[in-house]
């Protein structure tokens, strides 16, 4: 991306001198013209559907303002967001939410990389095994949600029916605190373990054969290779991955909300959960806007942390 | 895990023996691996092979404990009442996914029609501040949608888009633009700047060279981008949840989640409505698979 600006920005100026200046400046002014009537309709779109919306919230999380019972809303400053902060359920959604990034992120992106590793080393069949493991990527977290919820189902789910007849006992998947939020993390693992695959094993492809063949001929052995020559090269892109799965993680809504809707009790309520019933059961709309501001500023920091890299990865 | 696994064991012998030790130590791992790819594969495809089994199964098999695996009657009822209401008529469930057709469909055009420019602006011009708009652009695609969801309420509260498919349609452009410009300025990168210049040389303006010129050029590219768009607002359920109530303009993932609200849950036709709802993506995903990765990160990594 970045390599190719310097190029495009010039370009104009160059053919600008090879006609008359008179025609080329006036070009060159049509060229801004242009360039603000491209692009100001699509950031007028997003300046009135993410930006207002959130400058709007930010005006909410300082009053006492209730959604349903409407009435003038009070300011009470910064009382929503100290009492976010220091709410003992908050600590404990923030946990929850911490254990299941890193659990299922933690789990897709070795299993990812595994699998991706194990392709690239076949010959044959590999489009088609690619193809295949690509599946659970994208279908709808609805339907991932509704069908491991079946599958999961303590009395007629067919893992326990498998379990069963394996001879272990049957598990309340979803119905036991400790067994809720590890299921979560298996179907968040199940769905996303093929996108870390995916672009793990473009990275692994990418891998120059010759400089496996230099280290044969030296007689280093596969795991000297592993270490030395694939990890090294294939890193990089794989932490993008990781970090856009995390981003994505930590935002997590809709599984929850469909596999489990947050119970039992509160095991499985993620922060983005817990705002939705702050501000949709709860109607503590000032509240919850003050909860989103402060979910808004960590995705934005990490955001910045993500783009940051991919810009030095792109530039180096 | 796996991997080291393999790794430890197999490479341990190989190291220190003569190269027939080696070539036989590297052909059954070969095999292990084959077959550590074969289970890893079942898993992951398990799932989806178990919902559309269970979208065939009479209902009295759906529910048999154990699990029936092969032996079950076939029917096609559950597919009928996705579509047919068992009153005669339209079901709701046909109706959602109509909703979904319109929304996603329209919602694409508009953030393709929007972004596709700007992109091509981003790709050609100097713009000011170029990098930090981009990022700031990328960033919005970021943002918790439960967060998005409370003040967007309000705000449609106001001006009436509450459960109307204009609501969403908005709400779905304005999330797909980020990604089609990201996606899209990838592409216009790919065709050199020279072409329009010549064009320019021979008399066309800037955007005279770029309608006739470029834009031909970058048709595979818009089609793919579209294609993801079309199955980010396909997929879309938290906006689709909370702007949405009726029937008549319900989309059809809350439509389907809908159907486990009750006491007992018909999960035959949970698994055929899911089958016909997944069935659209995974075509078109096929057909865009070339650019799944750029696809999938929203046009932030290329290869």
Request: aromatic share 12%.
């Amino acid at each position: 991306m970045s390599d190719s600006v310097p190029l495009t920005t010039d370009r104009p100026g160059q053919v600008a001198s090879a006609t008359p200046p008179a025609p080329g400046r006036s070009r060159r002014l049509s060229d801004r013209g242009l360039a603000v009537a491209f692009i100001s309709p699509a950031l007028l779109l997003l300046l009135a559907m993410s930006v207002f919306p959130l400058l709007w919230a930010l005006y909410l999380s300082f009053t006492d303002y209730s959604a349903t019972r409407g009435g003038p809303a009070n300011f009470v400053w910064f009382g929503n967001y100290t009492a976010i902060l220091t709410s003992a359920q908050v600590h404990t959604r923030a946990l929850t939410t911490l254990i299941y990034v890193v659990g299922a992120v933690g789990l897709q992106t070795v299993l990812g990389f595994g699998i991706a590793y194990l392709i690239s080393r076949r010959t044959h069949g590999r489009g088609v095994l690619t193809t295949l493991f690509l599946v659970p990527m994208m279908l709808s977290p609805v339907v991932v949600g509704l069908f491991w919820r079946f599958m999961l189902d303590a009395q007629f789910g067919v893992v326990n029916s498998m379990l069963g007849s394996l001879g272990l006992g049957q598990v309340e998947w979803l119905t036991r605190q400790r067994t809720a939020l590890l299921s979560l993390i298996v179907v968040d693992t199940w769905q996303w373990t093929p996108f870390i695959m995916l672009i793990a094993l473009a990275g692994l492809t990418a891998v120059p054969k010759y400089l496996y063949e230099a280290a044969s001929i030296d007689r280093a052995s596969e795991w000297f290779k592993f270490r030395t020559i694939t990890l090294p090269l294939v890193w990089p892109l794989l932490l993008i991955a990781v970090m856009f799965r995390a981003i994505e993680a930590f935002r997590l809504f809709d599984l929850v909300y469909i596999l489990t809707n947050g119970g039992p009790g509160v095991s499985t309520e993620t922060l983005s959960f817990h705002i939705y019933k702050v501000a949709f059961l709860g109607f503590n709309t000032g509240t919850a806007s003050a909860y989103g501001i402060l979910m808004v500023l960590v995705v934005i920091v990490l955001t910045q942390l993500y783009l940051r890299y991919l810009n030095k990865l792109k530039e180096g | 895990m796996a991997v080291s696994v393999d790794e430890a064991v197999s490479t341990g012998p190989a190291r220190d023996h003569t190269p027939p030790a080696r070539r036989l130590g590297s052909r059954g791992r070969s095999v292990l691996e084959v077959a550590l790819l074969t289970v890893l594969a079942v898993v992951m495809l398990f799932p989806v092979l178990w919902m559309i089994e269970t979208s065939i199964k009479e209902n009295r098999d759906v529910y048999a404990i154990p699990a029936k695996f092969f032996d079950f009657k076939v029917t096609l009822d559950h597919y009928k009442d996705v579509f047919v209401d068992p009153g005669g008529g339209r079901s709701a469930l046909s109706v959602s996914f109509l909703n979904s057709v319109v929304v996603a469909g329209v919602s694409t055009v508009l953030a393709t029609v929007l972004g596709v420019p700007a992109a091509w602006a981003y790709s050609r011009f100097a713009v000011k501040a170029k990098k930090d708009q981009l990022f700031f652009i990328l960033s919005t695609r970021f943002m918790p949608p439960v967060v998005v969801v409370i003040p967007i309420f309000l705000m449609y509260r106001q001006v009436g888009l509450i459960d109307n498919k204009l609501g969403l349609i908005l709400i779905y452009a304005a999330f797909n633009v980020p990604f089609t410009i990201w996606m899209m300025k990838g592409f216009v990168d790919e065709v050199p700047a020279e072409y329009e210049d010549a064009a320019m040389l021979d008399g066309y303006t800037r955007l005279q060279a770029f309608r006739r010129f470029t834009l031909p050029l970058l048709v595979p590219g818009i089609a793919a981008t579209a294609v993801f768009a079309l199955i980010f607002s396909w997929n879309e359920f938290v906006f689709a949840t909370f702007l949405t109530s009726s029937d008549d303009v319900r989309t059809a993932p809350p439509a389907i989640a809908g159907l486990i609200g009750g006491t007992t849950t018909d999960w035959g036709l949970v698994a055929a409505a899911s089958v016909v709802f997944a069935l659209p993506v995974l075509v078109f995903a096929y057909l865009v698979r070339k650019h799944l990765i750029a696809g999938v990160t929203l046009g932030a990594v290329r290869r």
